[in-house]
C-alpha cells in the first residue's frame, strides 16, 4: 500500500478521507517502497509560548479548536503546563513554564512565542533516525518506547534549523489522547452559536526563516536527511519589492503532504520581512503556518468577528486588468473576495485562494496563511509582490523598515 493512502491518526479522527485531503493540501501520487525515510504526515506543531493557559483559550475562542489534552503538575509534570488542540488534521500542543529553572524559559526568552517542534507521524522511527545518522544529521533523541495504559509510541528527533526540532512519532500501537503523561481534558468553553464545526481541516504548509547565504544548506539537508524533493523556487524578481527582496525554496515530502519552504533574505534597499523575522526571533525558525480550508470566505468571516487581524489588500489588486485575464473564473466573484482582502492566483493545475493575518503575538514573527485549493499545488506565485508589499507597510508602521 502507499503512504499516501495512509492517513495520519489525527486526520482519521478527524473524519477526513483522501479525496478531501488531495483537494485541501494537494496530495499527488507516491510509492514509499524506495523512500529512505517516509513520512506518513504531519503529527503536531508544538509551541512555546509565555502563558499556555491564555494561549489555548485564544486558539479556542478565536480559531475554533477544540482541547483535547493536558500535561501539567496536576498530571505530575513539575516542569511545565501543557495544552493539546485539534482542528480537523491539525494538532497544535502549547508548552509554558511552571518550573522558573524550565528550559522552556531561556527558549521563551531568546525567541518569544514560536514553533519549537515541528512533529512528523512516520512508520518506521528507527529506519528514519538510523538514515538520518547516515547523512550527518544531529540525533537530538534516540529511538525510545513511552508506554501507558493507553499503549506505545516510539519516538526520537533530529535537530534542523536554529532550535527547530524535528521529533518522530510513530503511534500505530496507541490509542490514548496524545502522548503518555498527558490526560484527556476537554474545556468549559462554549463557541458561539452558529459556529462553525471547524475553521480550518488541514495544515498544508510550514515555512522557515533561516540566516542569509543557508537556504541551500538546509534544502540539502531535507534532500540528503529526509528524502525530500523540489517542489518550487523563487528567485529575483519572482519574490521582490521595489524596496525588499528574498529567496525561497520549497521541499516537500514524497506524497507533499509535509511541504516547507524556506526563506532567506537578499539585498534589497530596506530591511526585508527575513531580516525584521531573524532579528525579532533571535534566529532562524519558523514563520508561518498555511492552515487549509474548504471554505475561506466563511473562515476569514469568522476568525475576523474574533478579532483576527488580516493584512490589507488595496483595492487596485482587484481592478488590475492582468490579474482578472490571468485568474479567470473563480469560485465566487471577485467582489467577494476583494470586501475580505482574499488573494487569489492561478497555475497550470487550477487556482488558489488566500489570505495572511498579522503576527500572533507581540513580537513580529509567526503568523498564519489561510489556503484554499483548487487543483493549484503552488504557493501564490502571482501574489508575492501584493503580499510584501502589505508585510512592507505593516514593518513601517513597526519602525522596522
Partial sequence: MTIEHTLTSEEALAGLDVDQLKQLVGLVEYDEKNDPFPVTGWDAVVWVVGNAAQAAHFFQSAYGMDLVAYSGPETGNRDHAAYVLRSGGVRFVLKGAVAPDSALVAHHSAHGDGIVDIALEVPDVDRCISHAREQGAVVLEEPHDVTDEHGTVRTAAIATYGDTRHTLVDRSRYDGPYLPGYVARTST?????????????????????????????????????????????????????????????????????????????????????????????????????????????????????????????????????????????????????????????????????????????????????????????????????????????????????
Fill in 189 to 401: 468553553y462554549r463557541k458561539r452559536d452558529g459556529a462553525p464545526k471547524r475553521i480550518f481541516q488541514a495544515l498544508d504548509h510550514v515555512v522557515g526563516n533561516v540566516e542569509l547565504g543557508r537556504m541551500d544548506e538546509w534544502v540539502d539537508f531535507y534532500h540528503r536527511v529526509m528524502g525530500f524533493t523540489n517542489m518550487a523556487e523563487f528567485i529575483g524578481d519572482d519574490i521582490a519589492t521595489d524596496y525588499s527582496a528574498l529567496m525561497s525554496k520549497v521541499v516537500a515530502s514524497g506524497n507533499h503532504r509535509v511541504k516547507f519552504p524556506l526563506n532567506e533574505p537578499a539585498m534589497g534597499k530596506k530591511k526585508s520581512q527575513i531580516d525584521e523575522y531573524l532579528e525579532f526571533y533571535a534566529g532562524p525558525g519558523a514563520q508561518h503556518l498555511a492552515l487549509a480550508t474548504n471554505d475561506i470566505l466563511r473562515a476569514v468571516d469568522v476568525l475576523r468577528a474574533e478579532g483576527i487581524e488580516f493584512l490589507a489588500t488595496p483595492d487596485s489588486y482587484y481592478t488590475d486588468p492582468e490579474l482578472r485575464a490571468r485568474i479567470g473564473e473563480v469560485r465566487v466573484p471577485i467582489e467577494e473576495l476583494q470586501a475580505r482582502g482574499i488573494l487569489v492566483d492561478r497555475d497550470e493545475d487550477g487556482y488558489l485562494l488566500q489570505i495572511f493575518t498579522k503576527p500572533v503575538g507581540d513580537r513580529p514573527t509567526v503568523f498564519f496563511e489561510l489556503i484554499e485549493r483548487h487543483g493549484s499545488l503552488g504557493f501564490g506565485k502571482g501574489n508575492f509582490k501584493a503580499l510584501f508589499e502589505a508585510i512592507e507597510r505593516e514593518q513601517e508602521r513597526r519602525g522596522n523598515f
